[in-house]
T-cell receptor
Framework: GAVVSQHPSWVICKSGTSVKIECRSL??????MFWYRQFPKQSLMLMAT?????????EQGVEKDKFLINHASLTLSTLTVTSAHPEDSSFYIC????????????????FGNGTRLTVT | AQKVTQAQTEISVVEKEDVTLDCVYE???????LFWYKQPPSGELVFLIR??????QNEISGRYSWNFQKSTSSFNFTITASQVVDSAVYFC????????????FGTGTRLTIIP
C-alpha cells in the first residue's frame, strides 16, 4: 500500500541552527503534501500545504520565513525549521494522498512516522 | 469553521472489555468526510476509517465498529473485546468539501488497555 516516509525520526539541535525534515511518498506521486505539528499530548495542527512546483500555503499564525517548505518533486517535500528555538520543539508529521486532488477520491491520507524535534 | 470534539481525554479499560470513543463534529458544509486515526506510542498515524456525509451506514471491521449519526453530529468508535495492542491515542478528524485536503483533528483520546 501507499507509504509515506519521513526522515529523520528524531533530531536534537542547538538553538539558532536550522533543521531540515524530509517527507517522501514511496510508491505514489503526491502533488500535495501537508505538514502538521503536534505538541505533547495535544492534537495535530495543520501548518501548511505543500504544493509541487509552487509556493506552499501556510495556515494563519504560521511564520513562512521560519518554516520553509520546498516541494521540488512529486515524491518529496521538505520542511526546514530555521533559527530553531526551544519553543519549536515538537512532533512534526507530514501526510500525502495518492491519486487526484479532489476530496471525492477514496484514497485516504497517509501519514509519515513523524519527526520529533528537540531544540536545546 | 469546523470543529471536532473528543470529550474523553483518557480512558482505561481492562482487556476484553468493550470501549467506545466519542467524537462530535461541527460544520456548516453539507459535504464532509470523517476519519479516525490511531497513533501508537511510536508516533505514526494509522488510518482506520473514512466516512462521507452522504453515507450514514454504520461499519464494522473486525473488532472495530463505527456509528455515524448525522442527527447528533457524532461519529463514535467502538472497540469490542479490547486488547493491549489497542492502547494508543485515537484521533477523530473532519474534512469539508471537495478539493480541500485540510483535516481538522480532535484533541484525541488516550486509550489504555489494562492486561
Amino acid at each position: 500500500g501507499a507509504v509515506v516516509s519521513q526522515h529523520p525520526s528524531w533530531v536534537i539541535c542547538k538553538s539558532g541552527t536550522s533543521v531540515k525534515i524530509e517527507c517522501r511518498s514511496l510508491d505514489f506521486q503526491a502533488t500535495t503534501m501537508f505538514w502538521y505539528r503536534q505538541f505533547p499530548k495535544q492534537s495535530l495542527m495543520l501548518m501548511a500545504t505543500s504544493n509541487e512546483g509552487s509556493k506552499a500555503t501556510y495556515e494563519q499564525g504560521v511564520e513562512k520565513d521560519k518554516f520553509l517548505i520546498n516541494h521540488a518533486s512529486l515524491t518529496l517535500s521538505t520542511l526546514t525549521v530555521t533559527s530553531a528555538h526551544p519553543e519549536d520543539s515538537s512532533f512534526y508529521i507530514c501526510s500525502a494522498r495518492a491519486g487526484g486532488r479532489t476530496g471525492g477520491d477514496n484514497s485516504p491520507l497517509h501519514f509519515g512516522n513523524g519527526t520529533r524535534l528537540t531544540v536545546t | 469553521a469546523q470543529k471536532v470534539t473528543q470529550a474523553q481525554t483518557e480512558i482505561s479499560v481492562v482487556e476484553k472489555e468493550d470501549v467506545t470513543l466519542d467524537c462530535v463534529y461541527e460544520t456548516r458544509d453539507t459535504t464532509y468526510y470523517l476519519f479516525w486515526y490511531k497513533q501508537p506510542p511510536s508516533g505514526e498515524l494509522v488510518f482506520l476509517i473514512r466516512r462521507n456525509s452522504f453515507d450514514e451506514q454504520n461499519e464494522i471491521s473486525g473488532r472495530y465498529s463505527w456509528n455515524f449519526q448525522k442527527s447528533t453530529s457524532s461519529f463514535n468508535f467502538t472497540i469490542t473485546a479490547s486488547q493491549v495492542v489497542d492502547s494508543a491515542v485515537y484521533f477523530c478528524a473532519l474534512k469539508v468539501g471537495f478539493g480541500n485536503e485540510k483535516l481538522t483533528f480532535g484533541t484525541g483520546t488516550r486509550l489504555t488497555i489494562i492486561p
